[in-house]
């Protein structure tokens, strides 16, 4: 066993390594981990829990590690990732003894490297063992402070609580730190919530009913993904708030919808469903392999009323006739500073100017789309970020400069009834904390008669 386990400690040094160092997606380099190494479903959990959670955490760990390390300018990357994977094991998991984590790590340090490394890991981590972590009470500044407790950058940090102030802001980072659940949506087109559940629960997955969503369900233990039901089409996996998108949209039998942004497909499909097969719904994406997914997904669910194009949205006004859709939803693409705890890399690599450049890029989407909506029509926009600039103040821009357009204040009563007190005038904002699901946005605007 030890020899296994120290091959996923390995394979997580890589990991962090060629996260780092190419800025690739952990989640996308993870799964061809996984796979490439036929990995246990054991292992594959604690690969998953160190590689993911030693990036959640690594402005902590860096802080902790800074003194104990003599000369860190000369210390080799993997040597770094070494000892910050190790240092995750022994301050936050639990079932790791500390000196089985230090003796891998040394192990693990002569094979990759010599003597001389495998001597300053064991001497760094004997000296943490023995005279504990540096405290942070000895950063001053909250926002500083936070910032490192909760491996956020600091601008961030200090964004966010100009927007929302400092309590709600270490919620938020709070909960970045911890693991979302898995969560799906049935399709009502060919089961019902409680059949799905059943068939879920034979194949030995634990599920429960969403307390929020009416249509939804969330895993307890197992990957969903994987099975029958899911291949069957009776689910799709989405999070609790991107569903939230359809209510806003609250699109009836028959009608012409545009998805503007639409790949992979989950609100789509979410929409033909709720207009039992009818009318269509065109699926707009810029990349073709996207806009395969979207059919992939639509084929498996059984759902004939999708109609897919490859397509820049900011175009789709000299391809598509004007006024000529019921409902346009344009979920517009966005920092992504709602789906951190999906993807934690994503923290460190973020730019405070990457958010006013993609605010114009959602204006520019707006413009496009809004001459699409027929008279009377509903434009929903929505994003998997929490910040005003691309939320909000997005919005406002846009209806300052387009008085036909006004903000729907009815969609507070189509959203489920948890959803209804977030709801403030044709706006909702969801942070992560408030009901454990993505950080969302969404704005419901009418065009008038």
Known sequence: MTNKRKNVREAAMDLLEAIEKNQSYSNLLLNS??????????????LTELTYGTLQRK????YFLKPFIKNSKKTESWVHQLLRITLYQ?????KIPDRAAIYEAVEIAKKRGHKGIAGMVNGVLRSIQREGLPSLDEVSDPIERLSIETSHPEWLVKRWASQFGYERTREMCEINLTAPLQTARVNLTKTTVRECIEDLDEEGFQIEKSPIIPEAIRALKGNIALSKAYKKGLLTIQDESSMLVSYALNANKNERILDACAAPGGKSTHIAENMELTGVVYSLDLHEHK????????????????????MD???AGEH???????????????SGLGVMRRKPDMKYTKKEQDIYQLSTIQQNLLEAVS???????????STCTVDKDENENTVSKFLQEHPEFELDVTMKERMPEAIQPLVTDGYLQIFPQDFGSDGFFIACLRKKV
């Not at 022994?90 to 639990?94: P, R, S």
């Not at 806009?291 to 490859?310: C, D, E, F």
């Not at 001459?371 to 926009?381: A, E, M, Q």
């Open 59 to 62: 402005m902590a760990l860096d």
């Open 291 to 310: 806009v395969k997914l979207i059919n992939s997904n639509a084929s498996r669910l059984g759902l004939g009323n999708i109609k897919t194009m490859v």
């Open 33 to 46: 981990t996984i796979e490439k190494n036929k990995l246990s479903p054991i292992d594959t959990g604690l």
């Open 371 to 381: 001459h699409l909506v027929k008279k009377g029509g509903i434009l929903v926009y």
């Open 313 to 315: 949205s900011r175009k």
């Open 90 to 94: 022994m301050v936050y998991l639990d």
């Open 320 to 334: 598509l006739e004007k006024e000529s859709f019921d409902r346009v939803l344009l979920d517009a693409p966005c």
